[in-house]
Antibody, heavy 121, light 107 residues
Framework: QVQLMQSGPEVKEPGASVRVSCKTSGYSFIAYFLHWVRQSPGRGLEWMGL????????SLADRFQGRVTVTRDMSTNSVHMDLSGLTSADTAVYYCARVGTTASYHYFDTWGQGSLVTVSS | EIVMTQSPVTLSVSPGERITLSCRASQSVSNNVAWYQQKPGQAPRLLFF???SRATGSPARFSASGSGTDFTLIITSLQSEDFGVYYC?????????FGGGTKVEFK
């Protein structure tokens, strides 16, 4: 079955960077876009960006441009999200999510379990 | 950015009731709306896409409708497992955006 397994929780100091990883299985990795969505009490569910695993092209929400990098690893069918310049406002659960269709309709039928990132000094 | 506004924020209900959740977009999103259910400590679960197309595993007591700017999720004969927070999402335009959620709690 389709599965997205994310990396574990992280605690980072302000100003640091964090990498959250998402290993996929159970389907053709290159056939479906993958997205990053985060959730915090203050900001709810917030779309961060996407990657097309077939060519590595990404699209990011404006507010994350310059701070977020999304990459894929074809050898492990994984995607990674790097977030730099962390502040307390980045404390959130980060999800990777797969789109539900090979067409360009960006709703999410499969989600990772979430990765808690805590930013604290 | 398209703003998705959900109402009500909270619904206190009894099992067996019928409930209606609303989602309004700040501009037309055609039928590019999805609905999700989220329970504490879990990731969201897809219920509907394309405004009214049922996702695999979405119970038949759930239905969804709408187009343009106004969307509705209806749950008939609420079951105990239906508690949680329900979110709508538009995927018509980037950035893709979610509503603030409607929390369904039991009296």
């Amino acid at each position: 079955q389709v599965q997205l397994m994310q990396s574990g929780p992280e605690v980072k100091e302000p100003g640091a960077s964090v990498r959250v990883s998402c290993k996929t299985s159970g389907y053709s990795f290159i056939a479906y876009f993958l997205h990053w969505v985060r959730q915090s009490p203050g900001r709810g569910l917030e779309w961060m960006g996407l990657i097309n695993p077939s060519d590595g092209r990404t699209s990011l929400a404006d507010r994350f441009q310059g701070r977020v990098t999304v990459t894929r690893d074809m050898s492990t069918n994984s995607v990674h999200m790097d977030l730099s310049g962390l502040t307390s406002a980045d404390t959130a659960v980060y999800y990777c999510a797969r789109v539900g269709t090979t067409a360009s309709y960006h709703y999410f039928d499969t989600w990772g379990q979430g990765s808690l990132v805590t930013v604290s000094s | 950015e398209i703003v998705m506004t959900q109402s009500p924020v909270t619904l206190s209900v009894s099992p067996g009731e019928r409930i209606t959740l609303s989602c309004r977009a700040s501009q037309s999103v055609s039928n590019n709306v999805a609905w999700y259910q989220q329970k504490p400590g879990q990731a969201p679960r897809l219920l509907f896409f394309g405004a009214s197309s049922r996702a695999t595993g979405s119970p038949a007591r759930f239905s969804a409708s709408g187009s343009g700017t106004d969307f509705t999720l209806i749950i008939t004969s609420l079951q105990s497992e239906d508690f949680g927070v329900y979110y709508c999402q538009q995927y018509s335009n980037r950035p893709f955006t979610f509503g603030g959620g409607t929390k369904v709690e039991f009296k």
